[in-house]
């Protein structure tokens, strides 16, 4: 084992903890994988996704304007967002923040270009992945394809667009013709797409997040199946890392728990102000219909998506707590825009094949993930809060851990994923850039 080798104990096995433990082992350190349930298990959002793994995906959800339809969000039941009205109080603050975050085109076109450092190469990296654990067929590289009703559909997210070609995402837009060619299943009232010529997809996330994990573990990672309660934390120094069932002695951990990150992050000294947004997939195991690219399109805003069960349509956004029940009507509603966007598919609802799932998206009110060393204790490392995109960003996230854990520069420029950009900065104090004193719910920005 090399001299700077550590004892290091990963939290949590969905595709950022997995990804990190895996370049974690290569790396040459002894790992612990700690995960309370199935690496890859439906309990996570990493098993249900849309499968996208896209260097497009870097638009945050919150932008100019988006605050005029705040009030569509609450009454319209149909949308593909909604926010149920008793969580309202409890989520008051975080969309506040989230609002405020795309105020402005500045404020909109900093946060894409963060997420482009991300994702830029996730497509490449991946497949590179899956070809060195010996799963080559699970990241497919066809393109990924945004469909539209006409070219002015697409022109109301103009802004979108510019910036994505801004940041140097590769696009062909596709006429009616070519469109049908590539997809001659799809409605013919989508006459206009856009490919992105670099995207990928992969054919089952839950088992390529098993698969990750597995390869950890052949690299001598080993996997303890217990929940994380906290950390040992002396004088600033990680002693261990707290389970339901002891403490682990170690020299560094990282906090990969998606969406229940936020306690833990908290006794590393950060307060994250996380929530979920919660998604939804229906999935027809033997559909009539076939897809040779995967396809977003305009209207439900869903990825449809051939994956290894069947055809899957996934989205949604619902704002409610971590906990509640999941409203199975979301996943209807994606099977009506299924059903619409595919008339040859004639899917009834009421079919018993058909597979309905719910999961939460760990989501920070301004869009991008947290990945940084903790303020309490340095050792401990934060990789959490990827929102859309996760699945996405998971090798990248995995390198900027492994660099941070080893003491190296991180491969991009990591100030933006600061947990410390969520830290009060009250009346008073120095600002590190911009913003009104005691105005700005983002006072300490970092980036470029
Ligand atoms: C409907 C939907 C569609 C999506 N589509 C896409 C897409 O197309 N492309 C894309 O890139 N992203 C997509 N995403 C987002 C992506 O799935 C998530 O960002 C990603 O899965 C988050 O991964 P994670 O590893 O951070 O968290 P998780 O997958 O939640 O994994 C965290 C793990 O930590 C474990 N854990 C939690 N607490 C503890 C503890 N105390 N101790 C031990 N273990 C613990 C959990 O059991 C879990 O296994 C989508 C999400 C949804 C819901």
Known sequence: MEPTSKHVVVIGA?????????????????????????????????FGNGTFLSPASIIPMSGPGLWRNVPGYLFDRTGPLT??????????????RFLLSGWTEARFRRTATALSTLLRDAPERH??????MGRPELIRRTGLIHAFID??????????????????????ELGADELHRHLPALSSDYTFAILVNEGAHCVDPGTYVAALADQARRLGATLRRSRATGFDIRDGVLLGVETQDGTIPCDAAVIACGCRSKPLARRAGDRVPMESERGYYVEVPAPAI??????????????????????????QVELASDDAAPDW????????????????????????SLRRWQGNRPSTPDGKPV??????CQQIVHAFGHGHMG???????????????????????ISPFAAARFKWRGRGTKRVSGGQPGRDLHPIRREA
């Open 371 to 376: 990945i940084s060393p903790a303020s309490g």
């Open 329 to 352: 009507r979301r996943s209807d509603i994606l099977l009506r825009h299924l059903n619409r966007t595919w008339p040859g598919l004639k899917m009834d609802p009421e079919d018993p």
């Open 290 to 315: 076939d897809l040779s690219i995967p396809v977003m399109p305009q209207e439900g805003r869903m990825a449809n998506v051939i994956t290894a069960h069947g055809l899957r349509a996934s989205g």
């Open 127 to 132: 497949a590179e992945i899956a070809g060195r």
């Open 391 to 413: 699945l996405a960003a998971g090798p990248m996230t995995a390198e900027i851990v492994a660099a941070l854990v080893a003491g190296r520069t991180p491969p991009i420029e």
């Open 151 to 172: 070219r002015a559909d697409m022109a109301k997210e103009r802004l979108a667009w510019e910036v994505r070609r801004d940041l140097g995402v590769k696009m062909t």
């Open 14 to 46: 969905g595709i950022i903890g997995a990804s990190a433990a895996l370049r974690l082992a290569e790396d040459g350190h002894r790992v612990t994988l700690l995960e309370a349930e199935e690496p890859g298990g439906p309990h996570s959002p990493s």
């Open 83 to 96: 926010i149920r009205w008793r969580h309202l109080p409890r989520l008051a603050p975080w969309l506040v």
